[in-house]
């Protein structure tokens, strides 16, 4: 599976770095994981076929993390194949009436043969055949929030990754994986909301083979990557800090 960086900031776009916006390519179809701006003008410029495009995964609704929505799903619906489906997970409901609502008020048709939308709901909850997603879920709202939010364990061709999400500020809420998972291939982790030594605290060293730091802040952003870096030269798996347009291979 190639997992493509197309958004590597935090909150904030920056003049390198993009809002969060994750692509997942396997032989048989494609995924993403948020939805961050500008996630369709990123996606053109890589000549990407919307028409492989089969689902859409958003951690939790901030507007780094779903801004580009509408948008995307204007360039699913003009390039798809004909009678292909793609179907948009929320992390709440409420937000599904929401933004068909916007997409008919920009005269997108919203049919659900083509388009479809549900909440996601912890645990194993996407499953094509050939791409399996499981919620876990994440405090990104604080300790005491009813607002859900979501890091995601995917799986495909035989290969594991956990992709936290946006985390707490203390990352107390790092996702546990499933108790039938002993370790991940790779492990994207945000790096922005909890203190460094939070941050190297929570990720666990037994259970992840690669670590690859993402929504970088304005802390590790324009030439202080190798601070986070450092913090993790003595783990016994090999970590990166993306950038917008790195590739992964897993
Ligand atoms: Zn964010
Ligand atoms: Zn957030």
Redesign the pocket.
Known sequence: MKITILGSSH?DATPTRNNSAILVELATGTYLFEAGEPVCASLIRRSFDFGSLRAVFV??L?G??AGGLPVLLKGFLKYRKPHWHCAVHLPEAEAIPALEGWMKALHLPVVPEVLSFAPVVPGTFFDDGQFRVTALPTR?FGRNSAIP?YGYLFEAEGKRVLFT??LSGDFHDFPALPPDVASVDLCLSEAT?APLEAIVAAIPQASIRRLVLTHIGPRWDGGQEHQLLAAFASHPFPTAVADDGDEFFV
Do not use: Q
């Open positions: 909150g951690s939790h901030h780094d993390h990104h939010s999400g946006d909301h």
